[in-house]
Nanobody
Framework: QVQLVESGGGLVQPGGSLRLSCAAS????????MGWYRQAPGKQRELVAA???????NYADSVKGRFTISRDNAKKMVYLQMNRMKFEDTAVYYC??????????WGQGTQVIVSS
């Protein structure tokens, strides 16, 4: 069980970059895989990036090669570096555990809008 606060979203032009941050609390943070999820209007929430406690990463095909997830276990932080952003990256981004997100720990997310 973790408490999560996302930040770093905003308006960015296509091709631009943003870096999202997730501040987490909870005793199990360091032993759980964490991930970034996103939900676009009218679409289901999807997992776009995940990182294990040991640093292994996985990405959805839609973001592979453009996004990089990282974590700092000492600071209980998870990051998502988003490069070469596309219109379809527009969504509210959330962080949570992977593969079993903590139902009671969803934050408000941080909104990312890719627009020219």
């Amino acid at each position: 069980q973790v408490q999560l606060v996302e930040s770093g979203g905003g308006l960015v032009q296509p091709g631009g970059s943003l870096r999202l941050s997730c501040a987490a609390s909870g005793s199990i943070f360091s032993i759980n895989a964490m991930g970034w999820y996103r939900q676009a209007p009218g679409k289901q929430r999807e997992l776009v990036a995940a990182i294990t406690s040991g640093g292994s990463t996985n990405y959805a095909d839609s973001v592979k090669g453009r996004f990089t997830i990282s974590r700092d276990n000492a600071k209980k932080m998870v990051y998502l570096q988003m490069n070469r952003m596309k219109f379809e990256d527009t969504a509210v981004y959330y962080c949570n555990k992977v593969p079993r997100p903590a139902v009671g720990s969803w934050g408000q997310g941080t909104q990312v809008i890719v627009s020219s």
